[in-house]
């Protein structure tokens, strides 16, 4: 299962598996599938929402999506599949 690596404003790095849940939110923002979207779009923007839902999923407080939420992003990394899991 891919995963985001968050690196945030302030220092903290966390990682969170995007799972079936969060790509179901995402083709609900999206309006479109998924892999669709990461194929066919490649918007940097779609992976900074990934990161904004993984973050208020895994109950951490967040501004709402947008310039205030990114201003509290350093970098977002996309972490390929580990076959092990």
Known sequence: MAKLKITR?????SEH???PKIEWAFE????????KVFRDLER???VYWLAWECLRTSGQTVPMFGA???DTLA???VLDDDPSQ
């Open 9 to 13: 404003a302030d220092g903290t790095v």
């Open 17 to 19: 598996p995007i799972t």
């Open 28 to 35: 609900l923002y999206a309006k479109a599938g998924f892999h």
């Open 44 to 46: 940097q923007t779609d």
């Open 68 to 70: 205030e939420f990114l």
């Open 75 to 77: 970098k977002v990394e």
